[in-house]
C-alpha cells in the first residue's frame, strides 16, 4: 500500500511530471487554463533555439518572453477563437 501511496505522490507533483517530459523527444508546450504558456519542455526549447529568427520576426518575441505570456500571441482573429474553443473543452483531448 505504501508503494502505491509514494507512486501517486508522485504524478501529483508537478516538477515530476516536468522532469519526465525533458526526457522525452517531442515538443511539449503546456498552457494554463487561462492560456497562459506556463511550461516548454527541453526538446521544445532546443526546437524554439533553431527559429529564433523566426520567432523574434513574426511574434517580436525573444525565446524567454514565451513562457508566462498568453498563447493568444501566437493566434490571430478567428484562429484565436478556435484554439480557445478546443482547449476548453476537455473532451477534445487527447486532441488530433
Do not use: W
Not at 505522490?9 to 508546450?29: A, H, K, S, V
Amino acid at each position: 500500500m505504501a508503494e502505491s501511496n509514494k507512486k501517486s505522490d508522485l504524478l501529483e507533483d508537478p516538477n515530476f511530471l516536468f522532469q519526465c517530459t525533458d526526457q522525452l523527444g517531442t515538443n511539449i508546450f503546456i498552457a494554463d487554463t487561462n492560456f497562459d504558456l506556463i511550461y516548454i519542455n527541453k526538446r521544445g526549447k532546443e526546437t524554439l533555439a533553431t527559429m529564433e529568427e523566426v520567432v523574434k520576426e513574426l511574434f517580436d518575441l525573444e525565446l524567454d518572453q514565451l513562457e508566462g505570456g498568453s498563447i493568444d500571441r501566437f493566434h490571430a482573429g478567428k484562429l484565436k477563437d478556435k484554439i480557445r474553443k478546443i482547449l476548453s473543452d476537455k473532451d477534445n483531448f487527447p486532441y488530433n
